[in-house]
C-alpha cells in the first residue's frame, strides 16, 4: 500500500468541506430521512468517484489509502457502500471459498459504518456485502468483530447478516460469482509488492490477479515499475515458485521500459543457474497459466522471448527456439510444422514440454475457429490440412478431442447459418465433414448421420 498523493489528498479535501457546506447535508440533518441522504449522495459521490477512477487507473496502489480517507466522518458515510464492496471482493478465496487470510481492510471499513451516525441509512445499502463478506470470513473473526461494538442496534444487524445458507460451499461460490457481477465493469483492484518472502508467500495470489487485470486492460502501468524493478532485484525470492510464476507474468504481459528489461533478463539467468528444478518449475507454471482463462497470445511469447537469454543450454532456450520459429512464419508454414516436430520428437511424447507445446499450438487455432463467420468455411477447410499435420505429429488423444471440440462447434454454427439442404455451400460443409471426420476418427458413420439428419418438426395436435 502507498501513501495518498497531495494531489489527491487535496481533491478529497476540497469533497469533503463541500459536503459539509451543501444544503443537502444541512436538509438530511433537519430531517434525518433517506430521501435526503440520497440526494446528499447523488450531488457528491460522481465526484469521488471520479478520483477514485483516477487512483485506480493510474496509482491503483493508493486505493486502500483513499479508502481509508473515505471513513473519516467528514464524508458522511458516501461512497462506503461501494468501498465495502470492494475490500470484500479483493480478498482471496481457498477452494471452499473462504478467505485465506483475514480481511482486516474490510474490518475498518465495516466498524466505520456501524460508528457512522449515518448508520441508519447506510445498512440499506451494505448489507449483500456484509452477508458475502460474513459468509467468507471464519466465525471468530466475525465474532472478534462483534465483541468491538457496544450499540446493541448494530450487533442486531450484524448478526442478521449472518446467512444459513451460506454454510453450505456451493451456495457461498454461487454468491461470490453473483456479486462479483456487480463490479466486473469496475476498476478497484490493488495489490501489495512483498519485501520478503514470508509476504511474497501470501500475496502472491493477489498480486498475481492485480497484475493480470491490469495487463488485459491495457491500463497505465508506470507507477508499478519500480516495485517491479524492487522485486526482480530481491534474491531472496529467487528460489520461489511464486516468484517464478510472477516473473512469467510479468514477462508475457508487461512492455517493462529498457532499464527493468535488462535487470528482468539479469534475474531470469541467474534463476535458471541457481534454481535446482527451474525447467519442472516454469513449465508447470507455464502449464497452468496456459490452462487458465488467460489467453497467452503469439504476441505475448514474442515479447518474453526479446527477455530469455537464448545461449544458455536448457530447455527453456529449447522451447523458446521453437516458438520464435512457429511465430515468426506462422504456424502453418511447413518450417514451423518441422520445428514442432523436431522440439516434439526430443521429449517423451506425455513430457510437460510436449503439453506446453500442444497447448500453444492448439492456442493458435481457438482463436482462428473463435473469429470464423460461417462465410469463410473455405478457410477452415484449408486450416483443416494443418490441423491434420499437428494431429500426425502430436498423437494425443486430448489434442484431438480439443480440435474436435473446436470444429464441431463451428460446423454446428454452419448448418444453423447454411439452411438449405440442397444448396452448394450446404452440400460442400457436409461432403468435407463426414470425409474428414471419419478420416481423423473423430465420429462414426452413424454419428455423422444424425449430425446432418432433418430434425422433424413435432405435429401440432388440435
Known amino acids: 500500500m502507498e501513501k495518498l498523493t497531495d494531489k489527491y489528498i487535496k481533491q478529497l479535501d476540497e469533497i469533503a468541506e463541500a459536503i459539509q457546506n451543501s444544503e443537502e447535508l444541512a ?6 430521512e433517506e430521501e435526503q441522504y440520497n440526494e446528499l449522495r447523488e450531488k457528491f459521490e460522481p465526484y469521488i468517484q471520479e478520483v477514485y477512477q483516477e487512483v485506480a487507473a493510474t496509482d491503483p496502489l493508493q486505493i486502500v489509502s483513499l479508502e ?13 457502500s ?21 480481511q482486516n481492510h474490510f474490518k475498518d471499513i465495516l466498524l466505520a459504518v456501524a460508528n457512522s451516525s449515518n448508520f441508519d441509512v447506510l445498512k440499506n445499502r451494505v448489507g449483500q456485502a456484509v452477508q458475502l463478506g460474513f459468509a467468507l470470513s471464519s466465525d471468530i473473526w466475525i465474532t472478534n468483530i462483534m465483541n468491538t461494538i457496544k450499540n446493541k442496534r448494530v450487533i442486531y444487524f450484524l448478526e442478521s447478516q449472518k446467512l444459513e445458507k451460506y454454510r453450505d ?9 453473483k456479486f462479483a457481477k456487480q463490479f466486473e465493469s469496475l476498476n478497484y483492484y490493488t495489490a501489495e509488492f512483498p519485501k520478503t518472502v514470508g509476504r511474497l508467500k501470501i500475496l502472491a495470489p493477489s498480486l498475481k490477479s492485480f497484475l ?16 517491479i524493478k524492487q522485486l526482480l532485484e530481491n534474491d531472496a525470492f529467487y528460489s520461489q515458485k511464486e516468484f517464478i510464476e510472477l516473473m512469467l507474468l510479468i514477462g508475457l504481459y508487461y512492455d517493462l521500459p529498457e532499464d527493468i528489461q535488462e535487470v528482468y533478463k539479469k534475474t531470469l539467468n541467474k534463476v535458471r543457474s541457481t534454481h535446482q528444478d527451474f525447467d519442472e518449475a516454469f513449465f508447470s507454471l507455464l502449464e497452468e497459466m ?36 512457429i511465430n515468426a512464419n506462422g504456424y502453418e508454414d511447413e518450417s514451423a510444422i518441422d520445428a514442432a516436430r523436431d522440439y516434439y520428437y526430443q521429449h517423451a511424447g506425455l513430457s510437460i514440454q510436449n503439453r506446453c507445446l500442444r497447448n500453444a499450438i492448439f492456442a493458435n487455432f481457438r482463436r482462428v475457429f473463435n473469429n470464423l463467420i460461417p462465410s469463410e468455411y473455405s478457410e477452415y477447410f484449408e486450416l483443416n490440412k494443418t490441423i491434420v499435420n499437428y494431429i500426425n505429429i502430436f ?9 474436435k471440440d473446436l470444429s464441431l462447434t463451428y460446423i454446428k454454427k454452419l448448418l444453423r447459418f447454411y439452411t438449405d439442404k440442397r444448396g452448394r455451400d450446404y452440400q460442400d460443409i457436409k461432403k468435407f465433414v463426414t470425409t474428414t471426420f471419419l478420416d481423423l476418427g473423430f465420429m462414426k458413420e452413424k454419428e455423422l448421420k444424425e449430425l446432418f439428419k432433418t430434425k422433424r418438426k413435432k405435429k401440432v395436435v388440435e
Open 212 to 227: 493480470f487485470y491490469r495487463s488485459e486492460h491495457k491500463l497505465n502501468n508506470e507507477s508499478l515499475y519500480a516495485h
Open 82 to 102: 461501494r468501498v465495502i464492496g470492494y475490500a470484500v471482493l479483493r480478498g482471496e478465496v481457498n477452494e471452499d471459498f473462504k478467505y485465506i487470510r483475514p
Open 27 to 32: 436538509a438530511y440533518i433537519e430531517e434525518e
Open 290 to 325: 496456459q490452462d487458465s482463462k488467460h489467453v497467452i497470445s503469439a504476441e505475448n511469447q514474442k515479447r518474453f522471448s526479446e527477455l530469455v537469454d537464448k545461449t544458455k543450454k536448457d530447455e527453456l532456450s529449447k522451447y523458446i527456439k521453437t516458438l520464435d520459429i
Open 169 to 177: 460451499v456451493r451456495n457461498r461460490r454461487t454468491g461470490n460469482v
Open 68 to 80: 481509508k480517507k473515505l471513513l473519516d466522518e467528514k464524508f458522511e458515510g458516501l461512497y462506503l
Open 395 to 403: 498423437s494425443n488423444q486430448k489434442f484431438n478431442q480439443d480440435v
